[in-house]
Nanobody, 125 residues
Framework: QVQLVESGGGLVQAGGSLRLSCTASGYTFNRYAMGWFRQAPGKEHEFIAGISWSGGPTYYADSVKGRFTIWRDNAKNTVYLQMSSLKPEDTAVYYC??????????????????WGQGTQVTVSS
């Protein structure tokens, strides 16, 4: 059974940084693309970053490009999201997710099938 556990959220001032982690279990992590989504109050679920199964190609939404970095450590079954230059509009619950099929690129939000429980990120102005 797929389990994804996020950590690293918290309260940070605008301009600050946070690193989120997501540790996976219950499946062969290194064969599946991973992604990060977020949802702010009153807003739609937003796909913000994805990384291929191999850790090579990455994808970023325009809203975070140049400020956030996704990478993975397949030896630790963990995917990370480094968030820098945070803005109040980055405030949301952040979720990691894994694709349903093996060997994907992590670019299409419709391909993700399992999500973690989420971690809250709050950016104060």
């Amino acid at each position: 059974q797929v389990q994804l556990v996020e950590s690293g959220g918290g309260l940070v001032q605008a301009g600050g940084s946070l690193r989120l982690s997501c540790t996976a279990s219950g499946y062969t992590f290194n064969r599946y693309a991973m992604g990060w989504f977020r949802q702010a109050p009153g807003k739609e679920h937003e796909f913000i970053a994805g990384i291929s199964w191999s850790g090579g190609p990455t994808y970023y939404a325009d809203s975070v490009k140049g400020r956030f970095t996704i990478w993975r450590d397949n030896a630790k079954n963990t995917v990370y999201l480094q968030m820098s230059s945070l803005k109040p509009e980055d405030t949301a619950v952040y979720y990691c997710a894994t694709e349903a099929r093996e060997l994907g690129l992590g670019r299409n939000p419709d391909n993700f099938a399992s999500w973690g429980q989420g971690t809250q990120v709050t950016v104060s102005s």
